[in-house]
């Protein structure tokens, strides 16, 4: 017996030999290419593995979730919100040393520095506003010339393709910025000088619903509506039922994604709207939302979208008829 042969078939080449042990898989040949095993006692048994549960323990999942309650806790540090001002230098520094030369996009230029000092997002964008966009000296002449287009743009319904600000901000050389500020400051003087320096729901229903009466009595240029529902009302200035208008008759551009609807629901959505119009006070939840429940198959943007396009509609026919 001690002479006999099995035959096999090499695992590697295919190649058929005799060999003396049938468990042997390989030939000679490939046997030697194959990779020698460690003997290392560190090595063996591969990586690491918790340690077993003590001898004798009778249930096993409750000693390992005993052994995971007994690790250490991760501690999770949230972004600080306070900026110091060695902290500006830090985030000026990095901007300057690391991202100057090839700015990546805005956001992700953002992100990465926010990472790096582990602050909040918000606050290193004020910071490399400030910059990346440092402010021009403005004079109170040119000031008063952006306030005054910016007017412009809000009565005449005029909304630039790149957006007021943007656009202003290109004309006069300065970063968006800073014009959102001059506007702001302008626009919060504006509400300050009202009766009702804040309005609520109930008050933005009343003027939207004497702006579509007036609408329809078609008395006065369209320029002429805001001081003239101002009067009447008395609790809002010119300016706030204004910008009010300006709000409701919004740039068709910011629905493009939105899905259209079929004209049969875009009329259903019109009819609510002048049963809101009817009403003696709003709805309980936002306009668009209660309109969408009533209405079948449509969203709430999709609601926001009909109606902004049937406002600024009429208000193109207004403008046609009282030229």
Not at 197 to 213: A, D, G, M, N
Not at 221 to 227: A, D, R
Not at 273 to 300: D, F, N, W
């Given at each position: 017996?001690?002479?006999?042969?099995?035959?096999?078939?090499?695992?590697?080449?295919?190649?058929?030999?005799?060999v003396p042990?049938?468990?042997?898989?390989?030939?000679?040949?490939c046997q030697?290419?194959?990779?020698?095993?460690?003997?290392?006692?560190?090595?063996?048994?591969?990586?690491?593995?918790?340690?077993?549960?003590?001898?004798?323990?009778?249930?096993?999942?409750?000693?390992?979730?005993?052994?995971?309650?007994?690790?250490?806790?991760?501690?999770?540090?949230?972004?600080?919100?306070?900026?110091?001002?060695?902290?500006?230098?830090?985030?000026?520094?990095?901007?300057?040393?690391?991202f100057a030369?090839?700015?990546?996009?805005?956001?992700?230029?953002?992100?990465?520095?926010?990472?790096?000092?582990?602050?909040?997002?918000?606050?290193?964008?004020?910071?490399?506003?400030?910059?990346?966009?440092?402010?021009?000296?403005?004079?109170?002449?040119?000031?008063?010339?952006?306030?005054?287009?910016?007017?412009?743009?809000?009565?005449?319904?005029?909304?630039?393709?790149?957006?007021?600000?943007?656009?202003?901000?290109?004309?006069?050389?300065?970063?968006?910025?800073?014009?959102?500020?001059?506007?702001?400051?302008?626009?919060?003087?504006?509400?300050?000088?009202?009766?009702?320096?804040?309005?609520?729901?109930?008050?933005?229903?009343?003027?939207?619903?004497?702006?579509?009466?007036?609408?329809?009595?078609?008395?006065?240029?369209?320029?002429?509506?805001?001081?003239?529902?101002?009067?009447?009302?008395?609790?809002?200035?010119?300016?706030?039922?204004?910008?009010?208008?300006?709000?409701?008759?919004?740039?068709?551009?910011?629905?493009?994604?939105?899905?259209?609807?079929?004209?049969?629901?875009?009329?259903?959505?019109?009819?609510?709207?002048?049963?809101?119009?009817?009403?003696?006070?709003?709805?309980?939840?936002?306009?668009?939302?209660?309109?969408?429940?009533?209405?079948?198959?449509?969203?709430?943007?999709?609601?926001?979208?009909?109606?902004?396009?049937?406002?600024?509609?009429?208000?193109?026919?207004?403008?046609?008829?009282?030229?």
């Amino acid at each position: 017996m001690s002479g006999m042969k099995f035959r096999i078939q090499c695992a590697g080449c295919s190649t058929t030999i005799f060999v003396p042990d049938r468990k042997i898989r390989f030939c000679p040949k490939c046997q030697k290419k194959r990779p020698v095993k460690s003997t290392d006692a560190s090595f063996r048994g591969g990586p690491k593995r918790a340690p077993a549960p003590p001898v004798g323990t009778k249930n096993t999942a409750t000693a390992v979730r005993q052994q995971k309650q007994n690790r250490e806790p991760k501690i999770f540090v949230a972004k600080s919100h306070e900026l110091t001002p060695e902290m500006r230098t830090k985030i000026e520094e990095i901007y300057r040393e690391q991202f100057a030369a090839n700015q990546p996009e805005w956001n992700e230029l953002v992100a990465q520095i926010s990472d790096k000092v582990w602050v909040n997002r918000k606050i290193v964008s004020t910071v490399l506003h400030q910059v990346v966009y440092p402010k021009v000296v403005v004079t109170p002449e040119i000031e008063a010339q952006i306030i005054e287009q910016y007017r412009g743009y809000i009565e005449r319904g005029e909304r630039p393709q790149k957006g007021r600000r943007r656009t202003i901000g290109k004309e006069f050389g300065l970063p968006f910025h800073q014009v959102r500020d001059i506007v702001f400051a302008w626009t919060q003087s504006q509400y300050s000088m009202s009766p009702t320096p804040e309005l609520t729901r109930e008050h933005r229903f009343s003027i939207e619903k004497l702006y579509w009466e007036e609408l329809g009595n078609q008395q006065y240029n369209l320029e002429e509506l805001p001081s003239i529902i101002a009067e009447k009302l008395g609790f809002a200035s010119a300016f706030q039922i204004r910008r009010w208008l300006d709000s409701l008759n919004d740039d068709n551009a910011k629905f493009l994604n939105v899905p259209e609807l079929t004209a049969e629901v875009k009329q259903q959505i019109i009819n609510e709207y002048h049963q809101y119009l009817l009403s003696s006070s709003p709805p309980e939840k936002s306009l668009h939302s209660t309109i969408a429940s009533r209405v079948g198959g449509a969203t709430a943007r999709q609601v926001h979208k009909t109606l902004n396009e049937y406002r600024r509609e009429q208000r193109a026919k207004y403008l046609q008829r009282n030229q």
